[in-house]
């Protein structure tokens, strides 16, 4: 059971452009987890957001955790081909649990 | 190795074969843990361990499914009699310590049962 929806689940935009992906539950999550993964590959830790409120940036990526804990968003600035990729957040309850996912498609 | 590794990386089974999946995660990472991932979504948990030790095996569709680390290092995932809604990408990660620590994937193994 996947208890994190993900949306949008294709997104395919110019680069150049910014968008935004974003990770819902109904439950409460002590922390929420980004990766990103590329075809034939595992997925790789982005950031990790602990705290309700949090905002952490990296490079051109700004990840937020809800007040609540229960949502996350991951927004991507000036988006360039190498951002390509599918994007999962995840989370730690009794067991580990990952979103749905977002496959991303930057075109040159 | 530096990585996780996984193999076979990929596999064709017929449907009723049994196979067995290996993966070989970082050195000193006591948590490994066992992923099922259909294409173009995000992994399901199957198991998890601490050392030797299974804690968790909840995710794990059906007894057809097996998965051992009897050394604390290296682990197999079993599947016995395959059968066709197996096929998918079984990821494997390791981490340093306990639950919750950043998790190191491996490439996946890629099933196909015909």
């Known amino acids: 059971t996947q208890l994190l929806e993900q949306s949008p689940q294709f997104l395919s935009i110019q680069e150049g452009e910014n968008l935004t992906v974003y990770c819902n539950s109904s439950?409460?999550?002590?922390?929420l987890q980004w990766y990103r993964q590329e075809p034939g590959e595992g997925p790789v830790l982005l950031v990790t957001?602990?705290?309700?409120?949090e905002v952490k940036k990296l490079k051109r990526l700004t990840f937020q955790f809800g007040d609540a804990r229960k949502d996350s968003s991951l927004h991507i600035t000036a988006a360039q081909p190498g951002d390509t990729g599918l994007y999962l957040c995840?989370?730690?309850?009794?067991?580990?649990?990952f979103g749905t996912g977002t496959s991303l498609t930057v075109i040159p | 190795g530096a990585g996780v590794s996984q193999s076979p990386r990929y596999k064709v089974a017929k449907r009723g074969q049994d196979v067995a999946l290996r993966c070989d995660p970082i050195?000193?990472?006591?948590?490994l843990f066992w992923y099922q991932q259909a294409l173009g979504q995000g992994p399901e948990f199957l198991t998890y361990?601490?050392?030797?030790?299974?804690?968790?095996k909840s995710g794990l569709p059906s007894d057809r499914f097996f998965a051992e680390r009897p050394e604390g290092s290296v682990s197999t995932l079993k599947i016995q009699r395959t059968q066709q809604e197996d096929s998918a990408v079984y990821l494997c990660?390791?981490?340093?310590?306990?639950?919750?620590?950043?998790?190191?994937f491996g490439p996946g193994t890629r099933l196909t049962v015909l």
């Open positions: 990660a390791s981490s340093l310590a306990l639950w919750g620590d950043e998790q190191f």
């Open positions: 439950s409460v999550f002590s922390s």
């Open positions: 957001v602990v705290t309700g409120g």
């Open positions: 995840a989370g730690a309850r009794n067991q580990f649990y």
């Open positions: 050195s000193g990472h006591v948590s």
């Open positions: 361990f601490q050392n030797e030790a299974q804690l968790d």
